[in-house]
């Protein structure tokens, strides 16, 4: 699948990518990383990974006015991790207004709920709503590290439960999805979301 | 609901690993990258490398072996030994590995959790803290624990609990905690010294030193309230079977993940 046009993986301030190029690599997925706007808008997908602290990223997003390119892209989106919380509407981390793709809150796990945070290691997703999963059973287990979990709401297309928990796990509108997990790092479950991203034609886009 | 999560352990030497490995169906043992793949094939949960290169000229050696590492796994894994700057870290991290470890860095410059938690993010700093009992550090809640540094030969003086938490409070995501009186024993993992910090730290604890047999990593996900357990030997010369552990495990009510 390295004909063009091209998976763009979104350069900016927030985390490694190194670990997304290499999961797009092992199946076959020559990634170009970039935030110009021209090449973004030519993407066939666009991949918007992310770790790290969400005031930062949205200040480097605005500053460089990578945040209204991302909002105008009508190509299939997926966001991963901070990605997804920076797709939503409002993140408590450092009180960030976020990208509002998606109109689910990110708050933080409590801290007197006896949980330990952050929510670190393999859980399962449930009520998977997406061709997104497609080929994975009820309840795929994929790899999460977060400390801070968007709420469940209608744009939910998959659950999980840490503690007493419930949250998305997975988000979409229109050609936007995120992802809580971390497909790249989730086994072959997580090669197969990627996989079934880069493949799905529903959302209008083509690889 | 979270798997408590099985973490094989290798120790790399000069861009090899070292500690002996018996799998006669590896083309070559001392290939990281190979033992990487099987383990991840085989149903762990994450790996950890541990450099201990001789000379700090074969530092870079290891960055590429990350490098090659990252390029075959896909799960998530830890490397560490010998770190000691911002640069360090930043290089292992741009080579692909998730997260880092530090342990004799951290106690002699504690500052360094903190700078590391801000530039990389908590979710990537563990702080691996050895530890023998020592009664000098006994409390009205039981026994006390003293950090050692240097691999375990150097004793520090500062009470290991305290030090947990103080590594937790400046930024640390995770603690490795490895008790040197039960490492290399197979005698089961210290199950007391693994409960007291569980219940005492808010950040997960990966336990370290003493697995002998299965039962051992029931009893301290169970009893010692562990998030994560670690060994290295067992694993590497088959004395436990990774699937056959996680079989056995989930048959104890133990959440875990199997291998889809």
């Known amino acids: 699948m390295s004909q063009s046009p091209s998976v763009v993986v979104v350069k900016y301030n927030a985390g490694n990518i190194r670990s997304v190029l290499c999961a797009l690599t092992r199946l076959g997925v020559d990634a170009v990383v970039s935030d110009d706007q021209k090449v973004l808008q030519a993407a066939s997908r666009v991949i918007f990974p992310g770790v790290g602290e969400a005031s930062s990223a949205m200040r480097y997003l605005q500053e460089s006015h990578l945040d209204e390119t991302l909002l105008a892209l009508k190509q299939p989106f997926l966001g991963i991790c901070l990605g997804m919380q920076l797709m939503c509407s409002f993140s408590e981390e450092n009180s960030t207004g976020c990208l509002g793709m998606f109109d689910a809150q990110v708050v933080r796990f409590g801290d007197h709920s006896g949980l330990k945070v952050p929510h670190m290691g393999w859980n399962t997703a449930h009520d998977l709503k997406d ?3 497609a080929g994975l059973g009820t309840e795929p287990w994929f790899y999460f590290v977060h400390s801070y979990h968007a709420t469940l709401s209608p744009q939910t297309i998959a659950t999980c439960t840490y503690g007493d928990v419930g949250f998305s796990a997975a988000l979409c509108h229109k050609n936007f999805k995120g992802v809580q997990f971390h497909p790249e790092k989730s086994g072959p479950a997580g090669a197969k979301v990627l996989q079934n991203f880069l493949s799905d034609h529903s959302a209008g886009g083509s690889v | 609901m979270l798997a408590k999560r099985i973490i094989p352990c290798l120790d790399v030497r000069d861009g090899r690993t070292v ?4 799998f006669i169906n590896l ?8 033992l990487a793949s099987l383990y991840a094939h085989s149903g762990a949960d994450e790996l950890t490398f541990l450099d201990i290169t001789a000379t700090i000229e074969n ?5 590429a072996l990350v490098r090659r590492i990252a390029d075959v796994i896909d799960i998530p894994f830890t490397v560490g030994g010998g770190i000691r700057t911002i640069a360090d870290v930043g290089a292992l991290l741009g080579a692909g590995a998730d997260k880092i470890s530090i342990n004799s860095e951290a106690v002699r410059n504690p500052a360094m959790i903190g700078l590391l938690a801000q530039e990389f993010g908590s979710q990537c700093v563990v702080c691996a803290i050895d530890v023998r009992s020592n009664a000098a550090f006994d409390c009205a809640r039981g026994p006390g624990w003293e950090v050692y540094v240097h691999g375990g030969r150097t004793p520090t003086g500062k009470e290991a609990l305290a030090w947990a938490m103080e590594a937790q409070d ?3 995501g995770e603690i490795l905690l490895t008790s040197m009186d039960h490492d290399g024993v197979k005698g089961g993992f210290s199950v007391e010294l693994t409960r007291r910090f569980s219940d ?3 950040i997960p604890i990966i336990a370290s030193g003493g697995a002998g047999t299965m039962e051992h990593f029931a009893e301290v996900f169970t009893a010692g309230g562990a998030d994560a357990a670690l060994a290295a030997s067992i694993f590497h010369f088959r004395e436990i079977d990774i699937p056959e552990l996680k079989i056995f495990l989930q048959k104890r009510g133990i959440a875990i993940r199997l291998s889809q």
């Open chain 2, 170 to 172: 400046r930024g640390a």
């Open chain 1, 131 to 133: 061709p997104l999963f």
């Open chain 2, 59 to 63: 530092r870079g050696t290891f960055t």
């Open chain 2, 19 to 22: 500690k002996g490995v018996n």
């Open chain 2, 27 to 34: 083309r070559d043992a001392g290939d990281a990258v190979e």
């Open chain 2, 200 to 202: 005492q730290l808010s």
